[in-house]
């Protein structure tokens, strides 16, 4: 059991009722986006764990959803790296998800 004291990786906020909604896509295949490489990441103490991939001047956040049977990962579209770094920040602080 991890306690929240112990969390090294950021939590996200609660999401507020004026949320931008992100669409969430199937993964990419591994040939897509290559290059890129996760860069920051949320706490894997949640059922929820976010990540930012970044490369090539490229960026998306990737959802993994902690399953019992298998993991449920899912993708938002492919973003300059400076707007998909203001999407993380919003994500981690609940105004977008």
């Given amino acids: 059991m991890i306690l929240l004291d112990e969390c090294l990786s950021p939590h996200v ?8 909604r992100l ?15 996760s860069v920051r990441w949320t706490c894997l103490c949640r059922a929820t764990v976010y990540e ?10 990737r959802r993994t959803v902690q399953l019992d049977r298998s993991p449920e ?7 300059s790296i400076g707007e998909a770094r203001a999407i993380w ?3 981690l602080s609940g105004s977008a998800r």
């Fill in 13 to 20: 906020a609660m999401v507020q009722r004026d949320h931008v």
């Fill in 73 to 79: 990962i899912h993708d938002t579209f492919v973003y």
């Fill in 89 to 91: 920040t919003g994500l």
């Fill in 52 to 61: 930012l991939y970044e490369g090539g001047g490229k960026a998306f956040i």
């Fill in 23 to 37: 669409e969430w896509r199937r993964r990419y295949a591994d040939s897509v986006l290559e290059r890129a490489r």
